[in-house]
């Protein structure tokens, strides 16, 4: 069975602040992939990274990072000087088996305040 | 940019009803898949569909769910007999071999109200 645990349900920061989003989660394929989405107001999912369970590099895009450890099972998310905008539900997820359905965590709602 | 779209956006639906949930998934995609969010709950996978047959399904996907291809473009979801715990929101997506680096694209959803 596989499972995805993002033990923060809310996160509260001023703008300019970084922060970091956690994400554990937990599976017995050796193959697997590790997703996060942003849930804006508007309700779509937009895609932000796809790492799979064989690369273990960290990985920057402008102000997202993304910290993958196999040791701990952790996939962590951190947004470096928050915006306004970034204000949204934030979703780890993970996908494994042949029909690589995605099993997502119950989201962290990040707000920042300007 | 290609796109899944979906149709309606919102369907207010009277408990018992039949509802079709329809998507046009990226043409050249070849997995495609619903999942269903709760207002304020976790996206939670409902079906996978490739080769024309369902691929895996989640315990929520019972007899009163199914699914359909019925042309090579659209993907439907129809829930017979629609309950009050219906009322979500219903993601398609889709994805394929040689792409996963990109993601799955998601639709925007379409918030399913069962009264």
């Known amino acids: 069975a596989q499972k995805v645990t993002q033990a923060q349900t809310e996160i509260s920061v001023v703008e300019k602040e970084d922060v970091t989003l956690d994400c554990v989660y937990e599976?017995?394929?050796?193959?697997?992939?590790l997703f996060w989405y942003k849930q804006p107001p508007s309700g779509e999912l937009v895609f932000l990274i796809r790492?799979?369970?064989?690369?273990?590099q960290n990985e920057i895009s402008g102000r997202y990072s993304w910290n993958f450890q196999k040791s701990t099972s952790s996939f962590n998310f951190t947004i470096t000087a928050s915006q306004v905008v970034d204000s949204a539900v934030y979703f780890c997820?993970?996908?494994?088996?042949?029909?690589?359905?995605?099993?997502f965590g119950s989201g962290t709602q990040l707000t920042v305040l300007p | 940019e290609p796109e899944v779209t979906q149709t309606p956006s919102h369907q207010v639906t009277q408990m018992g009803q039949e509802v079709i949930l329809r998507c046009v998934p990226i043409?050249?995609?070849?997995?495609f898949y619903w999942y269903r969010q709760i207002l304020g709950q976790k996206v939670e996978f409902l079906v996978s569909?490739?080769?024309?047959?369902?691929?895996?399904k989640s315990e929520i996907f019972d007899d009163q769910f199914s699914v359909e291809r019925p042309d090579g473009s659209n993907f439907t979801l129809k829930i017979r007999s629609t309950k009050l715990e219906d009322s979500a929101m219903y993601f398609c997506?889709?994805?394929?071999?040689?792409?996963?680096?990109?993601?799955?694209?998601f639709g925007s959803g379409t918030r399913l109200t069962v009264v």
């Open positions: 997506a889709s994805g394929t071999p040689g792409q996963w680096s990109l993601g799955y694209t």
């Open positions: 599976t017995r394929d050796t193959t697997y992939y």
């Open positions: 790492r799979n369970s064989f690369d273990e």
């Open positions: 997820a993970l996908s494994s088996g042949s029909a690589r359905q995605l099993t």
């Open positions: 043409s050249n995609h070849l997995y």
């Open positions: 569909f490739y080769n024309n047959e369902i691929s895996e």
